[in-house]
């Protein structure tokens, strides 16, 4: 049977393309639930205080950076979503001393428009919030070389490089409500893919590039960082591809539970740990990495159930 199209965006394919009897079951699950999700390769771990979360998040910087040697430097990917560990990883690598001169950081992602990358100087710039969040705030004798922290531009062929120049212990990211990490978003319902959403092997074999935002993202965005106006909101991006995701060594999702919400944070883990893979969920294309980790506010994990407000 064909598959439905989207309740969101009949143009596009998003979670809502998938088997009504998978949601529903989804919906279903409980926290001790997701607990059990977890398999070879899929760990799934809960903290009970947002500020445990937030510092659990903020030191894999300090496990990758701390690997990085003359001879292996080392680096981690990191997102702008969530932003509250990047100030205590400034904290930290300053109380600790970390001469960071050998590691790495890739930005996940970055607005396009107008045929190129915005500047530092735009409001909603992901390099500016790195740099004003984190990177600033380290003492000047501990900071990276310049040439060791990698955006992606427009033309991504230098940041694309750049990931052979280190080894990224880890990616860390948060969940969009369309279900990406980074800006891998659906795809458009279109051409050879106007019937099946692109096969996960096919998805899986982009890199990093200039991408259109699904409409859900763009809500999203405008909501988080916005104040709710979609028209500010660039509906292009750059992302980091799965190409370089599958180069990382861990790759880490973080779930405060405000960036997607308590159905969306049940799918993603339920579709890796059933090994389930398919492009109407980019998340669920980490069913098939061997490293994967999800962490979780516990109390931010909701439930499905009908509450009326």
Known sequence: MARPLSTIAPGWWDYTTLPRELLAEVSRLTAEDILRLGRDGFRVVFYDDLREFFLAEALEYIEAWRQATPDEPVGICGPIGPTEQLPLVAQLVNALEINLRHAHFWGMDEWYMNGKEVGEDHPLSFA?????????????????????????????????????????????????????????DPPR????????????????????????????????????????????????????????????????????????????????????????????????????????????????????????H
């Open 128 to 184: 500016k919030c790195d740099r004003e969040m984190c990177f600033n705030r380290i003492r000047p004798d501990l900071r990276m070389p310049e040439s060791n922290l990698h955006f992606p531009k427009a033309d991504p062929a230098a940041y694309i490089q750049s990931w052979s120049k280190a080894r990224c212990a880890i990616m860390q990211g948060g969940q969009g409500e369309v279900k990406h990490w980074a800006f891998n």
């Open 189 to 308: 319902r279109t051409g050879k893919h106007a019937d099946e959403p692109p096969a996960p092997a096919e998805y899986c074999r982009q890199t990093t590039r200039v991408v259109e935002l699904h409409p859900l993202t763009l809500v999203q965005n405008a909501r988080t960082s916005g104040g709710g106006n979609i028209p500010s909101v660039p509906n292009m991006a750059i992302s980091v591809g799965p190409v370089e995701t599958w180069r990382a060594g861990r790759v880490s999702i973080w779930h405060p539970g405000w960036h997607d919400n308590p159905f969306g944070i049940r799918l993603s883990a339920y579709m890796i740990s059933k090994r389930l893979p398919d492009a109407s969920v980019p998340m669920s294309l980490l069913a098939d990495h061997a490293n994967v980790q999800f962490n979780y506010y516990r109390p931010g994990i909701g439930t499905c159930e009908a509450e009326m």
